[in-house]
């Protein structure tokens, strides 16, 4: 074969190999896979896993921010909702509060009312009964100063003259209750 | 027209000296002599096509870093590409690394040198000798039906790769003898004609466009001229064809082996 590459150039048949290129191409592609076995692959290998390894590492970093927030959210929404509720509760609270004072006042106000009313009773009666003890007592002079004059006749007596006023307001009385009952209430 | 061209021949035509590029332009003289051994061109382009790929590709993965640069972006393409698009997807997801670093060295050894035929000066497709092609071709082959008995045994291996599933009968008798041949004996003949071909008559065809052109300019008759214009127009458009197909082979003879590796790794098929 070796002839072959230094005889005529015609007579070699293309498709015939010849010997000492094979043998190159073998020993020139076998240098170049085992160099590129070694020095190249695993480099491109470890640079995609790396990649890899970076954009998982980054998508989980932002899922785990993203849950963190997602936390804070709900947990700033419950205490929101817990706020409002504490404030409806606060709310409620002080109108029932206002409510009670209002009635409690109410009543005090009615209580004290009624005890003005009820003070004003017995003064009124207890006046009414001074009144009337010193009318009777003016009532008994009087009608004995008039009737002494009257009748001419003095009734200096006290026990005489008391035992008469007596019996004479008993008599007004008497007939009083059914004639003069309203002008005494 | 008298003019006329012989190619077969690679003969003299009668007019003006020219010289119809044939099978012997691939005969490159040697450009120096070691001891006895003629060194060529093409055996200088297929070392130099390794050291170009180890510094590309040393370069490119070197820095590792994780937002990569334009070098580093442009190896991490075209290794992920191979690694995804021709490795994974066809040999599946559970072995597919073990032959990561045989197919990417595959094709970016078949895209450098093909990619010469259209470099200015270097100007030849390393491949476009067959005596490069039959060594990958052969690798392939023992890396697949290596991979096959590895997976299934040798018996194993045999019967997964001649005997269709759901056949049975006297059908077998005429089945397994074509399968036997065309899963195991022919594709590595496949694999080398496709790619030394191709390669072949790309190359042929440059040279026929270009040198042909030359000599019709060259010609002195105004008329011959201007079909030598026509043939550098055209010669260019086959440049650009070229570059397609040149990306083409390196791609498909790399799919092939990693589905013939996918094929044999497989539970049925």
Do not use: C
């Amino acid at each position: 074969m070796n002839t072959a590459i230094q005889a005529a150039e015609e007579a070699h048949n293309p498709l015939v190999p010849v010997v000492s290129e094979i043998v190159l191409a073998l020993i020139v592609f076998a240098i170049l896979f085992f160099a590129i076995k070694k020095f190249v692959v695993p480099n491109f290998e470890k640079t995609f896993a790396e990649r890899t390894q970076a954009i998982e590492g980054g998508l989980s970093a932002a899922e785990s921010k993203q849950a963190e927030a997602d936390a804070k959210l709900a947990e700033l929404e419950k205490q929101l909702a817990d706020a409002r509720h504490e404030a409806a509760r606060i709310r409620e609270e002080a109108r029932e509060q206002g409510a009670q004072i209002v009635s409690e006042m109410r009543e005090s106000a009615q209580a004290e009312a009624t005890r003005i009313v009820e003070h004003g009773k017995t003064q009124i009666e207890a006046e009414r009964q001074q009144a009337v003890t010193s009318l009777r007592a003016e009532v008994g002079t009087l009608a004995t100063g008039l009737a002494g004059r009257i009748v001419g006749e003095s009734l200096d007596d006290e026990a005489r003259q008391s035992r008469v006023v007596e019996r004479f307001l008993a008599e007004l009385e008497s007939d009083g209750s059914t004639t003069t009952g309203s002008g005494v209430n | 027209m008298s003019f006329h061209v012989s190619l077969s021949e690679g003969g003299e035509s009668a007019e003006g000296g020219f010289h119809a590029p044939g099978p012997g332009s691939f005969e490159l003289p040697p450009v120096f002599h070691v001891a006895d051994f003629g060194v060529t061109k093409p055996m200088l382009l297929l070392i130099l096509s390794a050291v170009l790929i180890l510094a590309f590709t040393i370069a490119a993965s070197g820095k590792r870093q994780l937002v990569p640069g334009r070098l580093q972006f442009a190896g991490e393409a075209v290794y992920g590409f191979v690694r995804n698009t021709l490795a994974r997807d066809n040999i599946g997801s559970e072995h597919y690394m073990k032959f990561v670093p045989y197919l990417f060295s595959l094709f970016m050894f078949i895209l450098v040198n093909n990619y010469y035929g259209i470099i200015p000066f270097l100007q030849f497709s390393s491949f476009s000798r067959i005596g490069f092609v039959i060594p990958l071709a052969i690798i392939s082959w023992f890396v697949y039906i290596g991979t096959g008995v590895w997976k299934h045994g040798l018996f194993g291996y045999l019967k997964h790769a001649t005997m269709p599933s759901g056949v049975s009968g006297p059908i077998l008798l005429l089945l397994v003898p074509l399968e036997f041949f065309s899963n195991i004996l022919v594709r590595p003949v496949t694999l080398t004609l496709r790619l030394f071909g191709n390669m072949f008559a790309g190359h042929l065809l440059l040279i026929l466009f270009a040198t042909g052109g030359a000599a019709l300019l060259t010609s002195g008759n105004l008329l011959y001229g201007g079909v030598g214009i026509l043939s550098f127009a055209l010669g260019i458009g086959v440049s650009f064809l070229e570059m397609l197909v040149m990306f083409l082979q390196a791609y498909v003879f790399t799919l092939l082996s990693s589905m013939y590796i996918g094929e044999a790794l497989a539970d049925e098929h």
